[in-house]
């Protein structure tokens, strides 16, 4: 079985207009990037966009214009959960925004959004969470850093303290995250997850105590959990993989800007399995 890899699609960033995303212009943008789609399944890593009218909408053209027949498995990323001056009418918490996106997507017929939960697809079991950066990674690297000047670089750079006004401690959420990717770890051939799991590789970015917000310490699943691929985005990284314990990593963004999609390509692997 073929499985195809995006991450980090963001919408509302190619489409202005929150509402009225048309057949038209979805195929404009997404019809190059899915020309040579092989697969049968696409998995997306998170960040779908801010708004869950308009992805909704976008999730139903991808779906029915390239896997008609197949299937869509998702998890949710930081800006899945993000309030802006719109939504924070609609919602009253990030995690209400969340939980109404992943509800409606699991409503859909050949749709996933997984929550610590697994799913089979064939023979293949593929599980995954939303999951959360915590403060390994910056401990790792940068031991001198002190957690307050930590909390201002998160402060300074990273959208969720403002967009998520009751986040006060990411540390928790990405406890609370792990706990459910420690559920479902060995028993999964592809694990999803938003954020890396790995604090070895860092992509195309240079290692800064800002990367801190990029990764969560996964050594322990990795090394002895039995899947054999896990899918993450959050970083844009484009088609860049890599190996940790015998795990292929496997990142792809199609990104936030027009150059981003100019350079998107999908990725694909297959699972094999023996009868
Ligand atoms: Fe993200």
């Not at 990284?237 to 963004?253: E, M, P, R, W, Y």
Request: glycine fraction near 6%.
């Amino acid at each position: 079985m073929i499985f195809d890899v995006l991450s980090d699609l963001h919408f509302d960033a190619h489409f202005i207009d929150p509402v009225n995303t048309s057949k038209k212009q979805f195929q404009k943008k997404f019809d190059p990037l899915f020309r040579d789609k092989a697969g049968e399944v696409l998995i997306i890593a998170g960040d779908l966009g801010h708004f869950n009218d308009q992805i909704m909408l976008c999730l139903g053209w991808l779906k029915k214009l390239y896997y008609p027949e197949g299937e869509i498995v998702c998890v949710l990323g930081n800006h899945d959960y993000h309030l802006n001056a719109r939504t924070k009418r609609d919602f009253e918490t990030p995690r209400h925004r969340a939980q109404d996106l992943r509800d409606r997507i699991n409503a859909q017929d050949g749709m996933h959004c997984l929550d610590g939960n697994i799913i089979s697809i064939g023979d293949v079991k593929i599980g995954g969470c939303d999951s959360w950066y915590d403060d390994v990674f910056a401990k790792k690297y940068f031991p001198h850093t002190s957690k307050k000047y930590l909390m201002e670089l998160w402060e300074k750079w990273m959208p969720d303290p403002l967009y998520m006004p009751d986040l006060e401690d990411y540390i928790a959420m990405s406890d609370s995250e792990k706990e459910k990717i420690d559920r479902i770890y060995r028993d999964v051939d592809i694990m999803v997850t938003h954020v890396n799991p790995s604090l070895n590789n860092n992509g195309a970015y240079e290692r800064s105590e800002i990367s801190n917000f990029y990764h969560f310490d996964g050594h322990r699943y990795l090394e002895e959990g039995n899947m054999k691929y896990w899918i993450f985005g959050h970083s844009h990284d484009k088609q860049h993989q890599f190996t940790q314990d015998g795990v292929t990593l496997i990142t792809n963004a199609l990104g936030s800007d027009y150059y981003d999609v100019k350079n998107a390509r999908l990725m694909s692997f297959e699972i094999t399995k023996e009868e």
